[in-house]
Structures are given as C-alpha cells and as structure tokens.
C-alpha cells in the first residue's frame, strides 16, 4: 500500500513501454501535502473570486452597462449554470487529485490531446487573471491614497509594489498565504454583510425592495437608453446596455471558486474537502452576491442605482455604507477592504496560475527541473511562482506604455488592464470548463473509468456546459460592447485569437511529444496525488 500523500503518475491507459520510460517526477517535484484543511482551501478559493472586488467593481458595469437593476437575476442564473457544472466537477475530484486540476480531469476524460490543450488555455487563463487584478488594485489603492491622504501616487508604481509582494508570498509556504487570504476574506465578508443586511433591516430603499432585480428573466433583458428614465429628468443621457455585458460579468465574479482542485495535493483529505469546499464555494458565492447586489440596488433605488453605476461606482456602495452604517469613516474601512481584497484576489490567482504552471511543466522531462520544481523547505512551486510574477510585471508595464493614456489609472488601470484581461480569462475558462463536463460524461459513461450516476455525471454536466458555451456565445456577439472604452485598441482584437491561438499551441505541443515522445506524450496530465484509501 502507498503511504498517504504520495505523488504518483498512475498507469492508467499508458502502454507497457510507456509507463517503463515515462518521466517520474522526483521529490523535488511534488508540493507540501496536507499542509491546509478544509477552511483553508475555502478561504483561497473564495478570496480567488474576491467578493468586495467582484461586488464594487462588477456590479456597477452589470447595472450600467449591461442587464440594469436585472443586474442579480444576472447572478442568480450564473449561480445555477455554475452549480450545474461543479455537480459534474466535483464528481472527478473524488477520484483525481491534481495540482493540474482542469489539466488533469480533462486527460483524464478526454485523453491527452484535449488535456494539454486545455490545460494550457487554463493556465494562460490563470496567469492573466493576476495581470487583470494587479490592474484593479491599482486603481482602488490610487483612489484610496487619493482620498485618504491627497497623495497621487502612480499606479504603476503601486502596481510594482503588489507584484512584489505577491511573489514574496508565493515563494513561501502556502499556509502564510492561506492566513492572509482567510483574514481579508472575512473582513469583507463582514462588511458587505452589514451592508446589504441594513438594507433588509430598513425595509429596501427609495423604490422598496424591487422584487423585479430577481426576477431570472430579468437577466436576460437589456438596459434601455437612459436607463428606463425620463431623460430630461434623469440628467445626463445614460446608453443602452446589453444582458450579454451584465451575464459575462456575473460569471467573472465567478472566477476562482474552482481552484479548490488546485490545492489537491496541499490539502489533508483531498477526496473530501475539495468537493465539500467546492460546492460550499459556488452555492454560498451564489447566494450572496445575488444578496448584496440586491440590496444595494433596492437600497440606492432604481434611478440612482444606474446612475451610480454609471458615474461613481465606488459610491454605489459607499454611499449607502454612509447612509446606513453610520458617516464617513465607513467609507476608508470600505476603500481599504477594496484594495485589500482585490490584492488577496490577485495573491490567489497568481498561487493557481503558478500551480498550472508547475503541474504542466514536471511532466516534462525538459521543464522538470525549472518551472516543475519546487522549494527544498517549502515545498511551493517557487520557480514557476517567480516565473508569474515577472509574467505580471511585463503585463503591467505593456498596458502601462502601450496604452493610449495608459498613465491614467482609471485608462491604463481600470478599462485596459483589468477589464481586458478579465474578457480574455473568463472567456478561456469558460471555455475550458465547458469542455470539462464533455470530460466529466466521457470519463464516467464512454471510457467507464469508475461508475457513474446518469443524472449527476450525465445530464446536470450537459447542461452545465451548454449554459456556459451559450454565455460565450452571448460575449461573441457583443464583444465590441463588452470592450467599452479599450473596444478600438489593437489588443482587443487579437482577444479571439490570443484564445483560440492558445488552444491551437497546446494541440500543436502534444502532437509534436507523441510523434517525438511517445513516453512523455504518455505520462501527459497523468501526475496524480495517491491518498491512501484505508485510515489506519
């Protein structure tokens, strides 16, 4: 019997000679195991989805740019449409247990071709959503220092400061970055419950409840011009939005919760607290950001809710917070959660993106000693976490000075770096996690690797990846809207083809090992964590 906590690249239809030459990856190519517990993959997976971030700086899009006061109903069907697809997912962590995640699930399923190709879109995924992060934590802590004490400090300055330190974290143990994410998380948490629980204890706000905001149909309909308002009364004319804009941005606040998978190998009982802290993460996400975006909608009332969101986001919420949480000092606890959390969220992207990294790469005989390698102490994937970070600092830099005004925190910061790598990550994802339900109902019911139930591992991961490609779909075809301010820049329009070109050089790589490498080819996203089944 194996002892608990061995990394093992298990045989599973690898040919004979193949599994003889196949590369074994070596102590130094394995993490820490049951180094965190349940709370701690929680925490990191929820701080990877960032609630204030998600809440202040997509919300306000939604409502502005998007489904309008439908901006929850928004919400509420991602809720669903995720949970349909986590079913599917949690379903193959109790039986692969992979730092890969995505990578090794769709190996596992589809084989290795459709493994490397999506893992490697994953990764590119991952590794631009730190980009996107560090991007809005800019602009909050601009903002902020701004507010707090008249400094104009620039962005990419602040932006250096928090790739910085994000590496510093990473190279570490990953529990030092699972107590700061645990303490932002809740935080937040606390603060957007007292929040949006104000509202509920007022009795709603100038329009009272606005039972309509979640109404499911309600997502789907598109903001009309001026916001449904007499525009002479309204003020300033406010544009028409689109339901596509408001349901790509639900499913971006998303983001994260599913890298409860990528911390497989570092958990105590993987087959156990992945799928519990996945299914936590989704459903408890779900209910609460459909929750406080109702709130703050019902509590600054229809008409000031879009006009808010369309002119001072922030105060969306921090308005209310002074209104009915008691003056102005609410408003700098407030700024310090959002610049807090949108760096915790970064810290978490960059601890997942690094991972993907490390899970490819100590497959590979040439990257097994690099990037597949990790800290004699530590046991964290410290050269691929260096790797991201000087990854991040190119990409900060780029839109920085590539950026038509790029110097300008809301320009350079805020509409290019965080809202143009968000469509570029989240389309990706979305994407991946839609061929992984095809993975989930091929690995169960074609292949018949373990025994699967027809309606969790069958029908509920069908629907939840039908769901997702009709949301992709749904970006597609307003994707120039879903560009905004960034729509006219040559780097939104190479986002389609920086994604399916991914894809491409993930397929391409793969052809290549099996035609070269018949063993490596064979040992592909076949790096899995062997937990001892008897608990002596």
């Known amino acids: 019997m194996k002892a608990k906590g061995t990394a093992v690249t298990t045989q599973e239809n690898l040919g004979t000679e193949a599994i003889k030459d196949a590369p074994v990856p070596r102590a130094g190519n394995t993490l820490k195991a049951g180094a965190v517990g349940l709370a701690g993959v929680l925490f990191m997976a929820v701080a990877n989805a960032a609630p204030i971030t998600a809440m202040t700086g997509n919300v306000p899009i939604a409502v502005a740019y998007g489904n309008g006061i439908g901006a929850p109903a928004g919400f509420l069907v991602a809720t669903v449409v995720l949970t349909l697809f986590t079913v599917g997912f949690v379903a193959m962590a109790r039986h692969i247990t992979t730092a890969g995640a995505f990578y090794g699930f769709v190996t596992h399923g589809?084989?290795?071709v459709w493994g490397m190709a999506t893992g490697l879109l994953a990764t590119v995924a991952y590794v631009v959503f730190e980009g996107s992060l560090i991007g809005i934590f800019s602009y909050f802590a601009h903002d902020a220092l701004d507010k707090w004490f008249g400094w104009d400090v620039n962005w990419l300055v602040l932006g250096f400061i928090g790739i910085a330190v994000i590496g510093l974290l990473g190279y570490f143990d990953i529990n030092i970055a699972a107590l700061f994410l645990g303490v932002m998380l809740v935080a937040e948490v606390i603060l957007l419950t007292a929040l949006a629980g104000s509202v509920l204890f007022r009795g709603g706000g100038p329009d009272g409840w606005l039972g309509t905001a979640v109404n499911p149909l309600s997502a789907f309909e598109n903001l009309p011009a001026g916001g449904g308002f007499d525009l002479q009364a309204a003020g300033a004319p406010l544009a028409a939005g689109t339901?596509?804009?408001?349901?790509?941005?639900?499913?971006?606040?998303?983001?994260?919760?599913?890298?409860?998978?990528?911390?497989?190998?570092?958990?105590?009982?993987?087959?156990?607290?992945?799928?519990?802290?996945?299914?936590?993460?989704?459903?408890?996400?779900?209910?609460?950001?459909?929750?406080?975006?109702?709130?703050?909608?019902?509590?600054?009332?229809?008409?000031?809710?879009?006009?808010?969101?369309?002119?001072?986001?922030?105060?969306?919420?921090?308005?209310?917070?002074e209104r009915n949480l008691g003056g102005s000092w609410i408003t700098y606890v407030y700024l310090f959660l959002i610049v807090s959390g949108s760096f915790a969220c970064a810290l978490a992207f960059h601890n997942a993106a690094a991972r993907y990294m490390f899970a490819i790469a100590r497959d590979l005989p040439l990257l097994q000693r690099s990037l597949g390698a990790t800290h004699a102490k530590h046991h964290s994937p410290h050269i691929a976490s260096f790797t991201q970070s000087i990854i991040t600092l190119v990409i900060t830099v780029g839109f920085y000075f590539l950026t038509v005004g790029g110097d300008d925190p809301t320009r350079g910061a805020y509409i290019y770096e965080y809202g143009l790598l968000a469509l570029v990550g989240t389309m990706a994802i979305l994407i991946v996690q839609s061929i992984t339900s095809v993975a989930v109902i091929w690995y169960f019911h074609v292949k018949k690797t373990h025994p699967g139930n027809l309606l969790t591992t069958a029908v509920i991961p069908a629907l939840g990846g039908i769901g997702m490609l009709y949301v992709v779909?749904?970006?597609?075809?307003?994707l120039e809207f879903a560009g905004g301010g960034a729509a006219g820049s040559p780097f939104f329009h190479a986002i389609p083809y920086l994604v399916f070109g991914t894809f491409t050089v993930g397929l391409v790589v793969v052809f290549a090992l099996r035609m070269r490498s018949p063993a490596t080819y064979a040992a592909i996203g076949r790096h899995v964590f062997d937990e001892a089944k008897e608990r002596e």
Do not use: C, H
């Open 110 to 112: 589809l084989g290795q």
């Open 243 to 321: 339901a596509a804009l408001g349901l790509f941005f639900a499913f971006w606040s998303w983001v994260g919760y599913e890298t409860t998978a990528v911390y497989g190998e570092e958990s105590r009982n993987p087959k156990r607290i992945v799928p519990r802290a996945t299914l936590i993460a989704v459903v408890g996400l779900g209910l609460f950001y459909t929750f406080v975006s109702w709130m703050v909608i019902a509590g600054n009332g229809r008409k000031d809710s879009v006009d808010l969101a369309a002119n001072d986001s922030i105060g969306m919420f921090t308005k209310l917070a």
């Open 473 to 478: 779909y749904l970006l597609f075809s307003n």
